[in-house]
């Protein structure tokens, strides 16, 4: 099945700067790949998605990159804020349209 | 408001005693599923249904089981529970088709003392 594979576990930024987040997946037939925020004690929320016919995607300061070839994607999210401060999962789909997700990464925005 | 809806949200129970989980979406879905969550930890796939009378276990085992009579209700029970049960339990669910976003609920925290 479907293995995906998340990095950093931690990171920690200063207020505006950039940060990047790196899965890889295993099953070369997965072809959605989510990223979720779960800020403490909330449930996680989808905050962007790319689909494999798709190397990259933009939506305001957060954006997805996927390289099929190499099987993994990043997050990138600029101009970081404190409001940014929450755990990041990245998932993939495999077959069926089950997720499995990544171990996630626990961003820290400091002002 | 179509949401996906779990209760309760906070459970303490002793060691075991058979619990089960609610969840309920008015979301219209077929597909839901059940994760397990210790604390800003890894999301495991334990169960997940893909319409009424389907269900499967996930990649992670758990002995908890599950059942869906109904479309928008999908229930998780464990039978007896131990103290390695604690942990967070989160149900979501999805639109049919593969490459859909998921809804989570906004879990079941369960306590094993």
């Known amino acids: 099945g479907e293995n995906v594979e998340q990095h950093p576990s931690t990171l920690s930024v200063q207020e505006g700067d950039s940060a990047v987040i790196k899965c890889t997946y295993s099953?070369?037939?997965?072809?959605?790949f989510p990223w979720y925020k779960q800020e403490l004690g909330k449930r996680p929320q989808l905050i962007i998605d790319?689909?494999?016919?798709?190397g990259e995607k933009k939506d305001q300061r957060i954006a997805v990159t996927l390289n099929k070839t190499a099987k993994h994607f990043s997050l990138h999210i600029t101009e970081t804020q404190p409001e940014d401060s929450a755990v990041y999962f990245c998932?993939?789909?495999?077959?069926?349209?089950?997720?499995?997700f990544g171990q996630g990464t626990e961003l820290s925005v400091k002002p | 408001e179509a949401d996906i809806y779990q209760t309760p949200r906070y459970l303490v129970i002793g060691t075991g005693k058979k619990i089960t989980l609610e969840c309920s979406q008015t979301?219209?879905?077929?597909?839901m599923y059940w994760y397990q969550q210790d604390p800003g930890m890894e999301l495991h796939l334990i169960h997940y249904?893909?319409?009424?009378?389907?269900?499967e276990k996930g990649d992670l085992s758990s002995e908890s089981t599950v059942s869906r009579i109904r479309t928008e209700h999908f229930p998780l029970t464990l039978e007896s529970a131990r103290p390695s049960h604690t942990s967070q339990y989160l149900c979501?669910?999805?639109?049919?088709?593969?490459?859909?976003?998921?809804?989570f609920g906004s879990g079941t925290q369960l306590s094993v003392l």
């Open positions: 979501a669910s999805s639109e049919e088709g593969q490459g859909r976003k998921l809804f």
């Open positions: 099953d070369s037939a997965s072809n959605y």
């Open positions: 790319i689909r494999s016919n798709v």
């Open positions: 998932a993939a789909s495999s077959q069926g349209g089950k997720l499995i």
């Open positions: 979301m219209g879905h077929d597909k």
């Open positions: 249904s893909y319409g009424v009378n389907s269900t």
